[in-house]
Nanobody, 126 residues
Framework: QVHVVESGGGFVQAGGSLRLSCAAS????????MGWFRQAPGKERECVAA????????YYADSVQGRFTISRDNVMNALYLQMNNLKPDDTAVYYC???????????????????WGQGTQVTVSS
């Protein structure tokens, strides 16, 4: 059974930084593209960043391009999201997810991700 657990959320002032981490177990982590999604109250879940299984291809939403960096460590089975210059609009629950199929491309489509964590809250004050 695949388990995905996020950590690193918290409360930060606008302009600050946070680093989210995700630990995955139960499958061969290095074979799966991974993504970070977020959902704010009253809004749909959106993909903020995704990374290929090898780490050489990434996707970023326009709203976070240049501020967020996704990375992975296939030895430690870990995924990261470095978030800089945070804005109040970044306030949301952030989720880590693993793609359904091995060696799939990093995609922003949530239906292509099969394994999800419980989420970690990020709150940015103005």
């Amino acid at each position: 059974q695949v388990h995905v657990v996020e950590s690193g959320g918290g409360f930060v002032q606008a302009g600050g930084s946070l680093r989210l981490s995700c630990a995955a177990s139960g499958h061969t982590f290095s074979m799966y593209a991974m993504g970070w999604f977020r959902q704010a109250p009253g809004k749909e879940r959106e993909c903020v960043a995704a990374i290929s299984w090898g780490g050489d291809t990434t996707y970023y939403a326009d709203s976070v391009q240049g501020r967020f960096t996704i990375s992975r460590d296939n030895v430690m089975n870990a995924l990261y999201l470095q978030m800089n210059n945070l804005k109040p609009d970044d306030t949301a629950v952030y989720y880590c997810a693993s793609r359904r199929n091995i060696y799939g491309a990093p995609t922003r489509n949530s239906y292509e991700y099969a394994y999800w964590g419980q989420g970690t809250q990020v709150t940015v004050s103005s």
